[in-house]
Each structure stands twice: as structure tokens, then as C-alpha cells.
């Protein structure tokens, strides 16, 4: 399973976008990158996922480059309730497969 | 809808002691999971199911084990609970579709302390 690097935590000031990193240099070419939050301990919510083209919905945005070793997720304007762990995982685009959670980015939006 | 949901929502036990954490899903989903999270760590996973009367173990299965007798119900049993076991269970559950997404369904987690 590829790895994924995030940093610990991040701040951003509401109503600015959120640009959280992640690196995945061993990511294969058959894995996704999913992104995930977890808002003051509750269950894990999913967020968005992509293969290699860049996806938008509802809730972010995921920049994925080129070579797929790196990705950003991108909340264009973050509110109070977007301070969460966001988690970036790596894995295969397959129902049934058990997600792997590193530490993730600690995200602190601020007024 | 009530999605993925879990009992009870926090127990003490003592060292020894055992029990039994249900999780129940509504969405007729195939994929149950059971992740446990530690202080400032991520989820790690316990135990997981493909589906009615098949388990499998995950990263951390020692101490736990796991039944799947209905497709809605997916129970984490803790026979001899230990400090060690200490920790926040979340249960999870995922569909197979076409597009083969893998987006998984939490539970609000039970908060488990052992003396």
C-alpha cells in the first residue's frame, strides 16, 4: 500500500481556501487518492477521490499532479466548520477494501 | 435513514471483563469494517466482512473477535478486556456499485475505557 505524507496541522482564516498537501510518491497506478475528515472525534466523513484528473464536488476540490505523487485537496472558502483531521489515502479504487488512516493534517480555521 | 449506527455509546470495564459492541447499518451495504482509534492517532482496523457469515482479520486483530450473522448487523466482541484496549471504536460500512468507489460510512464511535 502506498504511503501518504501529510503535515501535522495547518491554519487558515475563514472565508480563505484551504490548501491541505499530501505527498504519495510510491502510489501505484491502478490506486486512488481519497481524502477523509474527522470533525472533533466523530466517524470519519469522506470527502472526495480522484485517479489522476483534477475532481470538484460539493464539499472540495482535489489537485492531483501530473505523476500522481503528489496531491492538494482545496476548500475554497473554509468556514469554523471545516476545522477537522483531514486523512489522505492512498488506495485501491475497490469497494471492500479496509482504509488506511495516517495521523492526517489538523486543520484550525480561525474568524 | 439512521446509516451506520453503534452500542453502546461509551462503557467502562474492568480488566477481565468481557463484552460486546454492536454496529448496525440500514443502507443493505456488503462491507462492514471495525477500526479503533488512540489518542492523536489515525483509525487502524480491527476486523472486517465482505458480507453475511464472512470475516477477516486487519491490522490489529488480537484480543478482538467478530461476528456477521445478519448483513445489517456486524458485532466487535472483547472476551478478556485489557487496558491496552482502551480506546474509540468506529464501525464502518461500504456498497459495491459500477463506478467501485470506495467510500466508507462511520459510526459516531463508542468510547470504551478498561481499568
Known amino acids: 500500500d502506498a504511503k501518504t505524507t501529510q503535515p501535522p496541522s495547518m491554519d487558515c482564516a475563514e472565508g480563505r481556501a484551504a490548501n491541505l498537501p499530501c505527498n504519495h510518491s510510491?502510489?501505484?497506478?491502478?490506486?486512488?487518492v481519497y481524502w477523509y475528515r474527522q470533525i472533533h472525534s466523530q466517524g470519519p466523513q469522506y470527502i472526495i477521490h480522484?485517479?489522476?484528473n483534477n475532481e470538484t464536488n460539493e464539499m472540495a476540490s482535489l489537485i492531483i499532479t501530473e505523476d500522481r505523487k503528489s496531491s492538494t485537496l482545496i476548500l475554497p472558502h473554509a468556514t469554523l466548520r471545516d476545522t477537522a483531521v483531514y486523512y489522505c489515502i492512498v488506495r485501491l479504487h475497490q469497494a471492500g477494501t479496509a482504509l488506511i488512516f495516517g495521523k492526517g493534517t489538523t486543520l484550525s480555521v480561525s474568524s | 435513514n439512521a446509516g451506520v449506527t453503534q452500542t453502546p455509546k461509551f462503557r467502562v470495564l474492568k480488566t477481565g471483563q468481557s463484552m460486546t459492541l454492536l454496529c448496525a447499518q440500514d443502507m443493505n451495504h456488503e462491507y462492514m469494517y471495525w477500526y479503533r482509534q488512540d489518542p492523536g492517532m489515525g483509525l487502524r482496523l480491527i476486523h472486517y466482512?465482505?458480507?453475511?457469515?464472512?470475516?477477516a482479520k486487519g491490522e490489529v486483530p488480537d484480543g478482538y473477535n467478530v461476528s456477521r450473522l445478519k448483513k445489517q448487523n456486524f458485532l466487535l466482541g472483547l472476551e478478556s478486556a485489557a487496558p491496552s484496549q482502551t480506546s474509540v471504536y468506529f464501525c464502518a460500512s461500504s456498497y459495491s456499485s459500477g463506478r467501485g468507489i470506495n467510500e466508507q460510512f462511520f459510526g459516531p464511535g463508542t468510547r470504551l475505557t478498561v481499568l
Open positions: 480522484g485517479l489522476k
Open positions: 510510491t502510489i501505484s497506478g491502478n490506486e486512488y
Open positions: 466482512s465482505v458480507g453475511e457469515g464472512t470475516t
